[in-house]
């Protein structure tokens, strides 16, 4: 589950991405039009300089013959061409104005994008680094051992086992010898996933009872979750093996079912490593 909401996250992260790229494509294009605008326009008033400068060349020897006049035609065209030079530089400050403005707001966008990335990240983490997390297992933990008094008084989350649930703590020591001797406590999984699904769906789905309060959905669920979880386990028919030892010792287990489901997994470990001493042929992990 935890797989498929980060696959989700991501798709959702790589769509939003590409919609404001696109944006951005748009936003620069349309700046690249504006700026082709501004360069016509410059271009134009350029042209229109040049020609006003040949006209005055070709207007400056009948004007210097014609005495006054001719001056102060000068004049005149020269105070038109001053009121329209400032023109230019004024289009070209507004478009580095508005090309500033668009660049901030693209940077802007990018700082937020960032920001929101980082924020679902530390969402992600927080939800196994909180406190809460871990004093909340910590307190279910103590209260299927029995250690807080009946389950019935106690504020959990759920219910599991009866009162004074042996199963469990021995269980939790022999996931405590794994990490402390340094063993391969991955052939352990099916223990955090059989008995816990078995537990869920034996009473969500009514079926019958076949052994004691062992009801034949919640047995298939045990086993579905051993056959999955012995991820460690690599020939196909040693895990069907498995499983279905690992079933029916849950089944009988009674109050210790959580350390009778674990036996076949230590039997083969066991015997995956004698195996490996001695060079023996073995399904392999």
């Not at 933990?141 to 250690?147: K, Q």
């Amino acid at each position: 589950m935890k797989k498929k909401l980060q696959r989700e996250q991501q798709q959702q992260q790589q769509q939003q991405q590409q919609q404001q790229q696109q944006q951005q494509q748009q936003e620069s294009g349309s700046l690249q039009k504006e700026g082709k605008k501004a360069k016509k326009k410059v271009k134009q008033q350029q042209q229109q300089q040049q020609q006003q400068q040949q006209q005055q060349q070709q207007e400056a020897d009948p004007a210097a013959e014609a005495g006054p006049e001719g001056s102060s035609k000068k004049k005149r065209k020269k105070k038109q061409q001053q009121q329209q030079q400032p023109d230019a530089p004024a289009a070209s400050q507004d478009l580095d104005a508005s090309s500033k403005q668009q660049q901030q707001q693209q940077q802007q966008q990018q700082q937020q994008q960032q920001q929101q990335q980082q924020q679902q990240q530390q969402q992600q983490l927080s939800v196994f680094s909180r406190t809460d997390v871990l004093k909340k297992l910590e307190t279910l933990a103590a209260n299927r051992a029995g250690w807080l008094g009946e389950p019935q008084q106690q504020h959990s989350p759920e219910e599991f086992g009866s009162f004074g649930d042996k199963g469990i703590i021995i269980f939790n020591v022999l996931v405590l010898v794994f990490v402390f001797f340094d063993l391969d406590f991955g052939f352990l999984a099916p223990t955090f996933i059989a008995d816990p699904l078995g537990a869920i769906v034996g009473r969500a789905v009514s079926s019958p009872k076949w052994i004691g309060d062992k009801t034949v959905a919640g047995s298939a669920a045990v086993f579905l979750g051993s056959f999955v979880g012995a991820f460690r386990v690599g020939a196909p028919l040693a895990r069907l093996g498995v499983a279905l030892g690992c079933t029916l010792l849950e089944a009988l287990g009674g109050p210790l079912d959580n350390f009778f489901l674990s036996l076949p997994l230590l039997a083969y470990y066991w015997a995956l490593t004698q195996a490996r001493r001695h060079g023996l042929p073995f399904p392999a992990s």
